[in-house]
């Protein structure tokens, strides 16, 4: 096989502004306008930029509150854990017995 048969997908490449332009205006404002329109004509990508507003995340602040587990349903929650490993480990205890007795 050549290598016709093994193209790789071209990657588009991102093109980042630049953060320190050299420029010889000596004026701020000169030299900001200057950066603000050579930033409009060089920043493409073909990115899609982030979604604005998403359905999750944020700040913390801004999250709903968690409501608290109560005691309640703690002591349930643990009473069916026990409970789930008492009947496998009697389930267990069966099989050792009824193999001992050769079924």
């Known amino acids: 096989m050549g290598a016709e ?3 790789l997908k071209r990657i588009p490449r991102i093109k980042f502004p630049q953060r320190h332009p050299t420029s010889s205006a ?3 404002s000169a030299s900001l306008a200057q950066h603000a329109s050579t930033n409009k004509d060089t920043y493409k990508s073909d990115v899609p930029a982030a979604p604005i507003n998403t359905a999750v995340g944020g ?3 801004l999250q709903p509150k968690r409501t608290p587990v109560s005691n309640k349903e703690i ?3 643990l009473s069916m854990y026990f409970l789930c490993l008492l009947l496998r480990n009697y389930s267990r205890l069966l099989d050792c ?3 001992a007795l050769g079924f």
Do not use: D, N, Q
Request: no cysteine.
């Open 59 to 61: 700040k913390a602040t």
């Open 5 to 7: 048969g093994h193209l």
């Open 75 to 77: 002591e349930a929650i």
């Open 26 to 28: 000596s004026s701020g």
């Open 97 to 99: 017995e009824y193999e």
